[in-house]
């Protein structure tokens, strides 16, 4: 005899229809969207949720099956506006340039007289050690 498992609950949101990543690369993700007259129903992959906390701004947060921020949305039109997903690897501004996992951890700062300077030798560094970095789909697969 066979038991078959319900089928994993899936969550909803209504979003922005204001991609700023291609809808393919969410898709490819597991994300289902369906697009409405006036609106864009936006089903997150199996395992994911909506986050319970949003940020000053009213930023709503994907978090993937193992607790990693990997997308948001936001209706403020002011900041932030439309559906994102996130790169693994970012360069931020803290006390110093530097460049951050998607945990804010950081993996290497950059000192520099100009900021411009600095940014150039980050983008160096993740264009040596994480080619794709700009890409949302890459290197997630890592832990």
């Known amino acids: ?36 007259e006036d609106e864009v129903l936006l089903e997150l992959p199996v395992g994911w949720k909506l986050s319970e906390e949003t940020d000053e701004y009213g930023t709503h947060f994907f978090v993937d099956e193992k607790g990693r921020k990997r997308g948001s949305y936001s209706e403020n039109m002011f900041m932030n506006y439309g559906v994102h997903l996130y790169n693994r690897y970012n360069i931020v501004i803290k006390d110093m340039l530097a460049v ?10 950059f000192e520099s007289g100009w900021l411009r300077s600095a940014w150039k030798k980050a983008q160096k560094y993740l264009d040596k050690n994480f080619p794709e970095w700009e890409d949302p789909l890459m290197y997630w697969e890592k832990n």
Do not use: A, C, W
Request: net charge positive.
């Open 100 to 109: 951050v996992d998607y945990d804010g951890r950081v993996l290497k700062t």
């Open 1 to 36: 005899m066979t038991i078959q498992q319900p089928f994993p609950s899936r969550v909803s949101v209504k979003v922005p229809n204001n991609f700023h990543e291609s809808k393919l690369d969410f898709i490819s993700l597991g994300f289902n969207i369906t697009e409405r």
